[in-house]
């Protein structure tokens, strides 16, 4: 896998460095045109989170939109040159372009002034270390800036922005304490209720149990993710309290073809007002919980071994909740509610490392960019 990892970024850097800055040129021979917005992603077919909330807001609004979303995982070489030069053609005359992670081709030219692109980056907090601050985002070996032309990057609180600014090789000042678009929704009465009255009616029996959510991070890179919390024997957990809990696993968007049978028609966003327990590992999908002041768990059986080869931005165990390592150990903390000791300190939490985000991020990032909802 690693001799296919190095493999894949030396092609991207012939990618990035030879061709899209060719197609890039020759497309700048027309101008940049005023209300033209593009929305990239190289991870999905379809717009999500930050850039589908930002996007609903401007859609009804007198601007030229464009979206230019593939997982080019799916894609043959030859569909997925295809789709960057499009993208390449309709960004050199884009006045603004938003993505949610990284997206190659955005940083593989230098743009012009008059396009102003927009980092509306996926996940909340601080957690395990990202971009240039670990080889497992963006090996040493690389050439090639891939978080260049970055104008703007939204981040979920003010603690957020150095580190933001440090692990992407960003100017000071780039990152901003705006929100994340995506979770103004959290603060939606009517959302949260029919998210609840779907969820039981399509799981009945889940009536009258308590309502666990089991949501790892994936570790490794997005071409090659694992977990090992799910093998660590966390199954026979849940079948030893199901009399009690009803259990949901929810694995990372890049895992779900390595793990099919956990398929689950609600995503994480919508299963958090029927939650009672959430528990994952290293998932900054925790920070955006914290949003509800609700309990979680921290199942991390492979700590020790994670902290020296990828390494977290806080205190792990600075995070409001019992850190389990041990299948055994994590049936006994259910089983005895260990989370109950760390209710007053959620809101806290939640204020450090999600203070932003509170219900109107996505005016607050369009008010910035003068792009009024």
Partial sequence: MKVLFTLKQYVKMLIQNRYLPYIYRKACCNPVQKGRILFA???????????????????????????????IQKMSAKDMLKFMKQ?????????????????LPVSSCRKRKETTVVQLWHSG??????????????????????????????VSAPCCE??????????????????????DIYFDKEWNADNKCRFYQRYPEARNKKICVYAPSFEGNAAHPYNRGIESGILDIMKHLE????????????????????????????LFAVTDLLITDYSSVVYDYLIYQKSFLLYAPDLEEYKQQRGFYLEYESLPA????????????????????????LVKCYQEYMGACDGHATDKILKKLSLYS
């Avoid at 580190?163 to 929100?179: C, F, N, P, R």
């Avoid at 009399?243 to 919508?270: A, L, Q, R």
């Fill in 162 to 183: 150095a580190v933001w600014e440090k692990a992407l090789h960003l100017s000071q000042g780039t990152a901003k304490a705006l929100g994340l678009a995506r979770t």
């Fill in 322 to 345: 019992p850190i389990i390592t041990s299948s055994d150990a994590l049936e006994a903390a259910m089983r005895e509610q260990a989370w109950l000791p760390y209710a007053s300190d």
């Fill in 243 to 270: 009399k009690e809990w009803f259990f949901i696993i929810k694995v990372h968007p890049h895992m779900e073809k390595n793990y099919p049978m956990y398929h689950c028609d609600f995503s994480t966003e919508e």
């Fill in 87 to 103: 993208f390449m053609q309709a960004y050199a005359q884009a006045e603004y372009v938003f993505i949610n992670s990284y997206f």
């Fill in 125 to 154: 907090g601080l957690m395990k270390k990202m971009g240039y601050d670990t080889t497992e985002d963006i090996p040493k070996y690389y050439k090639g800036n891939p978080t260049a032309n970055y104008d703007l990057v939204t």
């Fill in 41 to 71: 992603d190289a991870h999905h077919d379809t717009l999500t989170g930050n850039m589908k909330a930002v996007y609903q807001s401007l859609v009804h609004k007198d601007y030229d939109i464009a979206i230019y979303c593939r997982d």
